[in-house]
C-alpha cells in the first residue's frame, strides 16, 4: 500500500552534517504530519522532529538550533537537516507518516526502515 525509503545516514565527525530524506510511495489520498524518530541500542524510539502537513516544525529540545525538518509536499518527501552533530546524536533514524489512503476514511501510521546515523572521529 505505502513504502517510505530512507536515504542519507551514514558516518561524520563530530561538529559534521547529515540530511537524511525519506519518500512515500503508493495509494496516498494526503499526508498529515510527517516526523522523524530516533532509536538507540535497547532504548524506546524517541521523537526528534514533526512537521505538519501546513509546514510547521517542531523539535525535541535536544536538537533545537541544529536540526531542521521541512517536506516536499509534491514529492510526499521529509527532510531532516542535521548540522553541529555531536556523539550523543547517533541512531538509527525512522521516519514516520500519518496519512489517508485514497480508498479509506481513517488514518494510517507508517514507518521508514530506519538508516543508521554515527558520529565518531
Known amino acids: 500500500q505505502v513504502q517510505l525509503v530512507e536515504s542519507g545516514g551514514g558516518l561524520v565527525q563530530p561538529g559534521g552534517s547529515l540530511r537524511l530524506s525519506c519518500a512515500a510511495s503508493?495509494?496516498?489520498?494526503?499526508?498529515?504530519?510527517m516526523n522523524w524518530y530516533r532509536q538507540d541500542p535497547g532504548k524506546e524510539r524517541k521523537l526528534v522532529a514533526t512537521?505538519?502537513?501546513?509546514?510547521?516544525?517542531n523539535y525535541a529540545d535536544s536538537v533545537k538550533g541544529r536540526f531542521t525538518i521541512s517536506r516536499d509536499n509534491a514529492q510526499n518527501t521529509v527532510y531532516l537537516q542535521m548540522n553541529s552533530l555531536k556523539p550523543e546524536d547517533a541512531a538509527v533514524y525512522y521516519c514516520?507518516?500519518?496519512?489517508?489512503?485514497?480508498?479509506?476514511?481513517?488514518?494510517?501510521?507508517?514507518w521508514g526502515q530506519g538508516t543508521q546515523v554515527t558520529v565518531s572521529s
Open positions: 512537521i505538519t502537513n501546513g509546514g510547521s516544525p
Open positions: 514516520n507518516v500519518r496519512l489517508k489512503l485514497v480508498w479509506s476514511a481513517t488514518i494510517s501510521e507508517y
Open positions: 503508493g495509494s496516498i489520498y494526503t499526508i498529515y504530519a
